[in-house]
C-alpha cells in the first residue's frame, strides 16, 4: 500500500511538471540584426533596398547633357555676301545672317555704290567664314530678324574666335549701334574700335573713315 502510495504521488509530481514546462516554456532568441549605417535592418530589406538603388543609379541621366548638347550646336556657312552678311545651313533650310554691332564696306553695286576697302572686308569674311562650322548667339535686345529677314545674331567659330569681334580689331568692320538702341557686346566692340582707330588698322588706315 505505502509502495502504491508512493508512485502515485511521484507520477503526479511528473505529470505537473510536464506541464509546467510546456506552459512556462521561454521562447527561442530571434536571430541577431545586421548593423545597417546605424539602423538595424534584416538582410531581406537591405537586398530590397539595395535593389531599388541600383535601378535608380542605373536608370539616372547625367545632369546637363542635353544643355550641353543645345549649346554645342553649329551650323555650316554657304557664301558670303559682304563683310558682315552671309547665308548659312539651319535644318537644311538656306537663311541669311547679318552681323549684330558691326557694319563694314559696301562691296555690292546692286544696293549701293562700292565703298571703300569694301573688297578687302568681303575677302576677309570669306578667309574667316566660308565653308566654316560656326555657332550662332542671338541678343534678346535685339530683333530675331531684320526688315530684310536675315537673322540678326553673334557668330562664333569652333575655336572660340568671335568673329563680330574680330572684324572691328583687325579694321574691316566699324562698330555699329542700330537706331542707339544698346545691345549685349556694345562696350567691347566699342573700346576695339577705338584701338583699331589707334593703330590706323585696315579702313581706318586706308580710307579716312568716319565713325557714323
Do not use: H
Not at 543609379?57 to 558682315?84: C, H, M, R
Not at 554691332?101 to 568681303?122: A, H, L, M, Q
Not at 569681334?165 to 542700330?178: D, M, V
Amino acid at each position: 500500500m505505502k509502495k502504491r502510495y508512493i508512485f502515485l504521488v511521484g507520477l503526479i509530481c511528473f505529470v505537473a511538471g510536464f506541464f509546467v514546462t510546456i506552459l512556462f516554456r521561454v521562447p527561442p532568441e530571434p536571430e541577431p540584426q545586421k548593423w545597417n549605417g546605424g539602423s538595424c535592418e534584416d538582410a531581406t530589406e537591405n537586398q530590397e533596398i539595395d535593389s531599388v538603388d541600383a535601378e535608380i543609379k542605373g536608370n539616372s541621366k547625367n545632369p546637363g547633357t542635353v544643355l550641353e548638347e543645345e549649346l554645342e550646336t553649329f551650323y555650316t556657312v554657304l557664301q558670303i555676301t559682304d563683310g558682315d552678311t552671309f547665308s548659312v545651313s539651319i535644318d537644311g533650310e538656306t537663311e541669311s545672317v547679318r552681323l549684330i554691332g558691326i557694319d563694314t564696306p559696301e562691296n555690292n553695286e546692286k544696293y549701293r555704290s562700292v565703298e571703300c576697302f569694301g573688297g578687302e572686308s568681303t575677302k576677309r569674311a570669306i578667309e574667316l567664314l566660308e565653308g566654316k562650322q560656326i555657332k550662332l548667339e542671338a541678343d534678346p535686345t535685339q530683333a530675331d530678324v531684320d526688315e530684310y529677314g536675315r537673322l540678326l545674331r553673334y557668330v562664333f567659330l569652333d575655336d572660340g574666335t568671335f568673329i563680330n569681334q574680330l572684324l572691328i580689331e583687325e579694321g574691316f568692320a566699324k562698330e555699329y549701334t542700330f537706331k542707339g538702341s544698346e545691345y549685349k557686346y556694345q562696350k567691347d566692340f566699342r573700346l576695339a574700335e577705338s584701338k583699331a582707330q589707334k593703330e590706323l588698322k585696315g579702313l581706318w588706315g586706308n580710307c579716312n573713315a568716319i565713325k557714323n
